[in-house]
């Protein structure tokens, strides 16, 4: 079982939709997490970090359930220029050794 | 251009051969990671330096992989006796001293390698 699972989709949606991502991880010991984004070809971006309360940026929406060991990600009002591979990530580590862990990755298509 | 900087773009080489990424971090990060990503994965973890020391490397790290660096500056990562299975995309990332909170990884473009 990989440590970060996600759906690996791809999600096709029209403009203007609402969508979401859902992530888990099998570390407890996992200390933070973070969306980021990749678009084809392309290196990955930070999106966001997800914060225990539940986070916004803009249409993006990020929760964090640690009971569950759940992460989730909600765009709302989907742009074409949304389309791209999400991926989550957990930090984890001890002392000063500290690593990102990634999940496979979902994709999600924007259509007109 | 102050990001990650990677070298070369892309790789081709042929089954057994040796070779030999290098990556430039942002200039002021002191930690340097080495992903490595094949198509539809996320990125697999390697290894990763905090200045010039390797302070944990990945079991997916056979004894055919070695990355050094050696000044805590640029980093390289070489691939001895190549196999197909090594053909991927070969990321590199840095970071700020994590003691700030951030914890933001700035990837370079990667270099693809293809082994024939």
């Known amino acids: 079982r990989k440590e970060v699972e996600q759906d690996p989709g791809p999600f096709n949606v029209p403009e203007g939709a609402t969508v979401a991502f859902n992530c888990t991880y099998s570390n407890s010991a996992s200390q933070s997490f973070f969306w980021y ?23 993006f929406t990020a929760q964090l359930n640690r009971a569950s060991q759940y992460i989730s990600l909600l765009i709302r009002d ?8 999400y991926l989550c990530v957990v930090l984890r580590g001890m002392d000063s050794s500290y690593k990102l862990i990634f999940g496979s990755g979902t994709r999600l298509l924007v259509r007109p | 251009d102050t990001g990650v900087s990677q070298d070369p773009r892309h790789k081709i080489t042929k089954r057994g051969q040796n070779v030999t990424f290098r990556c430039d971090p942002i200039s002021e990060h002191n930690r340097l990671y080495w992903y490595r990503q ?12 905090q200045n010039e020391a390797q302070l944990e490397k990945s079991r997916l790290l056979s004894d055919r992989f070695s990355a050094e660096r050696p000044k805590g500056s640029f980093s390289t990562l070489e691939i001895q006796r190549t196999e197909q299975g090594d053909s991927a995309m070969y ?24 082994v024939t």
């Open chain 1, 37 to 59: 984004r990749q678009d084809c070809r392309k290196e990955p971006k930070l999106l966001m970090s997800v914060y225990s309360s539940g986070n916004e940026d803009g249409r």
């Open chain 1, 78 to 85: 989907s742009k074409l220029s949304d389309s791209a591979t």
């Open chain 2, 38 to 49: 094949t198509l539809g994965q996320g990125p697999e973890f390697l290894t990763y330096f």
């Open chain 2, 91 to 114: 990321l590199c990332a840095s970071s700020s001293d994590w003691t700030g909170g951030d914890v933001t990884l700035h990837f370079g473009n990667g270099t693809r390698l293809t």
